[in-house]
């Protein structure tokens, strides 16, 4: 077994019934999972406001059969990619795999955007603080305290 954590989002819909049932579909062992985090869009503004959260997880799947799953997931849910960044009903990241980093055609792990997106370090330092960055060897915490208080 191998601990990942995971970033989950939602801006369509019920957007907890969403990031819930992603969750249950997901078919893994939910270790712990944050609370809900309302953010404004970060990238395309003109868009309803995201519900993210963290979910820290165990599977016995590779990286590369964790990310296919992570997707059959988004489109059993009807996930339609038609903007990037924008829109969506459901959003599914593999934040990290273990302490590996992959850097790969298809998948790179620490997910790459993570540490400049409060909406991901804020749900992932509640969950697991202590974790350290495995590129950056910082802990989660430390990255979030980059964030300035609202």
């Known amino acids: 077994m191998i601990t990942a954590y995971l970033g989950l989002g939602s801006n369509l819909g019920d957007r907890q019934a969403n990031l819930e049932r992603a969750l249950r579909l997901l078919n893994v062992r939910v270790v712990r999972a944050s609370s809900y985090y309302e953010t404004a869009p970060m990238y395309i503004t003109d868009q309803p406001a995201f519900l993210n959260m963290a979910a820290k997880i165990e ?75 495995p590129v950056t060897k910082r802990t989660i915490a430390a990255h979030c305290d980059m964030f300035a208080p609202e």
Do not use: W
């Open 59 to 133: 599977t016995e799947m590779q990286p590369e059969e964790l990310l296919q799953h992570l997707l059959a997931v988004e489109q059993a849910m009807g996930r339609v990619r038609t903007v990037d960044k924008g829109p969506r009903n459901i959003d599914i990241d593999l934040l990290l795999y273990g302490d590996q980093s992959i850097n790969q055609p298809g998948l790179v792990v620490p997910h790459p955007a993570m540490t400049e997106r409060k909406f991901v370090i804020q749900p992932l330092a509640e969950i697991a603080p202590d974790m350290v960055h």
